[in-house]
């Protein structure tokens, strides 16, 4: 089998990616397809050099940014990739239980069960977990991993509340070219898993392999009704709170009423005002633990 890696090196995991090559080696790889970039937005032209020389199987080194991008490759294609999850919040990797030990992983690569997921595919750019615009983004990124380590998952709901100031936008959203909402919103969610740090539940019915996006908007506006959503959030799930309104679809087609920041698993993009979402069934082929 031809192996592939797409590494960042400037992301840390285990005893980083020296220690990969010598799992490797061990396990008859000697020689991979290597190529490393210092940016997630390098992967793309690597992997795509990496699939050109007949890689079987394609091994990610970096974060949630660097996944994406591979993801977005990937799609449609009967290559399978494997997670290591060498970054800060790794959304990917928490959803699907994936070993935070080189090792585990590289062994989940090699003789894990292949499993096929749909994504989403946001403004023509395909994401695995989640994408969304408002204080989502600034949620996600803004989270420093001092504030993490402390707080756990409530870190990113209080990275969130700083973002407070911002004013709500007007938004019509359509699902599968139905109107299904119309007013003001300070965030808008699509998935296509529902779990992101620590246990956060933000879509707790989410399947990766159900042909359908969830979709949320967030009404909440000012301190304490996003106070009130946090701790539904923390305790619960988001769609227990007042303030959220969800449904599922496969198709969305989003309006905004002025430019606003969106995010693709955690990776911040142009302002923009409109979104189109459709989800892509069972297009990419994971490595997941054997059950």
């Known amino acids: 089998m031809?192996?592939?890696?797409?590494?960042?090196?400037?992301?840390?995991?285990?005893?980083?990616?020296?220690?990969?090559?010598?799992?490797?080696?061990?396990?008859?790889?000697?020689?991979?397809?290597?190529?490393?970039?210092?940016?997630?937005?390098?992967?793309?032209?690597?992997?795509?050099?990496?699939?050109?020389?007949?890689?079987?199987?394609?091994?990610?080194?970096?974060?949630?940014?660097?996944?994406?991008?591979c993801i977005d490759v990937l799609a449609g294609s009967d290559v399978p990739l494997a997670v290591l999850p060498a970054g800060t919040s790794n959304l990917l990797a928490t959803n699907l239980d994936l070993p935070l030990d080189i090792e585990d992983a590289v062994e989940v690569g090699l003789r894990g069960e292949r499993r096929r997921i749909d994504v989403g595919r946001l403004n023509g750019e395909r994401f695995a977990v989640m994408a969304g615009s408002g204080i989502d983004a600034a949620m996600i990124r803004d989270a420093d991993g001092s504030l993490k380590d402390r707080l756990g998952r409530i870190a990113y709901v209080w990275s969130g509340l700083k973002k407070l100031r911002s004013e709500p936008f007007g938004a019509e959203i359509k699902v599968d070219g139905i109107r299904w909402f119309k007013g003001d919103a300070t965030c808008i969610l699509i998935g296509n898993l529902g779990r992101l740090f620590d246990g956060i539940e933000v879509f707790a019915d989410a399947r990766a392999d159900d042909g359908k996006l969830e979709v949320g908007v967030i009404t909440a506006d000012g301190f304490v009704q996003w106070a009130r959503t946090a701790a539904r959030t923390v305790v619960a799930n988001s769609e227990a709170s007042p303030f959220v309104q969800a449904t599922r679809a496969e198709s969305v087609k989003v309006k905004l009423s002025r430019k606003v920041m969106y995010e693709l698993d955690g990776g911040d993009r142009a302002k923009t005002k409109s979104l189109k979402a459709r989800v892509e069934p069972a297009a990419v082929t994971l490595c997941v633990p054997r059950s």
């Open 2 to 69: 031809k192996v592939g890696v797409i590494a960042n090196p400037g992301k840390s995991f285990g005893g980083g990616l020296l220690e990969l090559r010598r799992v490797l080696d061990r396990a008859g790889i000697a020689d991979p397809l290597w190529r490393e970039v210092p940016k997630s937005k390098k992967a793309p032209a690597a992997l795509k050099r990496v699939l050109a020389d007949g890689a079987e199987l394609v091994f990610a080194w970096g974060g949630d940014g660097l996944v994406q991008r």
